[in-house]
């Protein structure tokens, strides 16, 4: 069991460009989440999916970021016209039961 | 919206010595309180949970809930220096959707 996979562990883009970021989750866990964490906010919840469905996305800047999963496969994070204080580490995790499992992350810096 | 505190930000022990965490919820209908534990540069992961009122212990680690109060700790006896890490409160009410709160961490150093 690889664990949940984050691509890419870093990124560099310049202000105003787009990011993508790309999660597997472990294979038969039921939902997805994406957090962000930094050394200010700590982890800030961002959304969330259940069965591949959209259950919540409270914590999502609603006009730059989207998040999707087309599959049980994979899940991505689209941010656009990415902003200086977007620069976080952006965490993917899954879960079957009550426990999460994390990856390693995608350390996104925006200059 | 749930807020969870961690206190202390910081905790520096000795080799050996005990560390306590405390983390509260703000939130009357929380049911459930996970920590987990960050090595520096790494994600987190899930070190005990706890749902009931009580103790529960694994190996060095102790953890207490207090659903009145709101309030769960977690004793690590014995620190060693590989327990440094960001340790992180996370928890989970009743009723709503399943999304874990998280607090935002304290930072244990222990040293030889």
């Known amino acids: 069991n690889a664990g949940v996979i984050q691509t890419p562990r870093h990124k560099v883009t310049g202000k105003g460009q787009e990011a993508t970021l790309w999660c597997e989750p472990i294979?038969?866990?039921?939902?997805v989440f994406w957090y962000r964490q930094t050394i200010v906010q700590g982890l800030e919840f961002l959304t969330y999916f259940r069965n591949q469905a959209p259950i919540d996305d409270s914590g999502m800047p609603k006009e730059r970021f989207s998040a999707q999963m087309p599959n049980q496969s994979h899940s991505t994070l689209k941010i656009q016209s990415t902003q200086p204080q977007d620069s976080a580490v952006y965490l993917c995790?899954?879960?079957?039961?009550?426990?999460?499992?994390f990856g390693e992350g995608s350390r996104l810096i925006v200059v | 919206q749930q807020k969870v505190q961690q206190s202390p930000e910081s905790l520096i022990v000795p080799e050996g010595g005990m560390a306590s965490l405390n983390c509260t919820s703000s939130?009357?209908?929380?049911?459930y309180f996970w920590w987990y534990r960050q090595h520096s540069g790494k994600s987190p992961k899930m070190l005990m949970?706890?749902?009931?009122?009580g103790e529960k212990e694994e190996g060095r680690f102790t953890v207490h809930l207090n659903k009145a109060s709101l309030h769960t700790s977690l004793h690590i006896r014995d620190s060693q220096p590989s327990d440094s890490a960001l340790y992180l409160c996370?928890?989970?009410?009743?009723?709503?959707?399943?999304?874990?709160?998280f607090g935002k961490g304290t930072s244990l150093v222990v040293h030889p």
């Open positions: 939130d009357r209908n929380v049911d």
């Open positions: 294979s038969g866990h039921s939902a």
């Open positions: 949970s706890i749902f009931s009122n």
């Open positions: 995790a899954s879960s079957l039961g009550n426990t999460l499992y």
């Open positions: 996370a928890a989970l009410t009743s009723g709503g959707n399943y999304k874990p709160t």
